[in-house]
């Protein structure tokens, strides 16, 4: 991208933004609420929320790529089974080949070793 398209691109913005100009024909004064029907909010922490369930995680990745879909086609999001770690593709949209897996498959492939690594560690300590 040449610094001169960035130009073009302001100098065109300004003159749509002179040109569509809009005037008010009424003025709005914003009426606060009742107070009467104000809802407390209550914050909780994150460590005190409930774990995630498989059926909702894999809902909510479904929920995601329906979403992303009419979009960009060309990503998904997939849980690894092994690792419960998100999964995001890019891939082409005529040849179908994945273009980037982020984490790679080296990655994942790491991270299963570890666990089963981890897994030996702790029952040699017990």
């Known amino acids: 991208m040449s610094i ?10 300004a ?19 009742p107070t009467s029907q104000v809802a407390a909010v209550t914050n ?9 369930s498989d059926e909702e995680l894999s809902d909510a990745v479904q929920s995601i790529n329906e979403f992303v ?7 998904t ?18 040849t179908q080949e994945v273009i980037r897996q982020i984490p790679d498959d080296e990655v994942l492939a790491i991270s299963k070793a570890l666990d089963k690594l981890q897994g030996l560690l702790l029952k040699q300590t017990a």
């Open 69 to 75: 879909t009419p979009v960009a086609n060309s990503i």
């Open 15 to 33: 003159m749509v933004s002179a040109s569509t100009s809009v005037k008010p024909t009424q003025t709005a004064t914003p009426t606060p609420p």
């Open 77 to 94: 999001f997939s849980i690894d089974k092994d690792t419960g770690r998100t999964i995001v593709k890019v891939i082409d949209k005529h």
């Open 4 to 13: 001169s398209s960035l130009d073009a691109y302001s100098a065109a913005r």
């Open 44 to 52: 909780v922490p994150a460590t005190q929320s409930k774990p995630i």
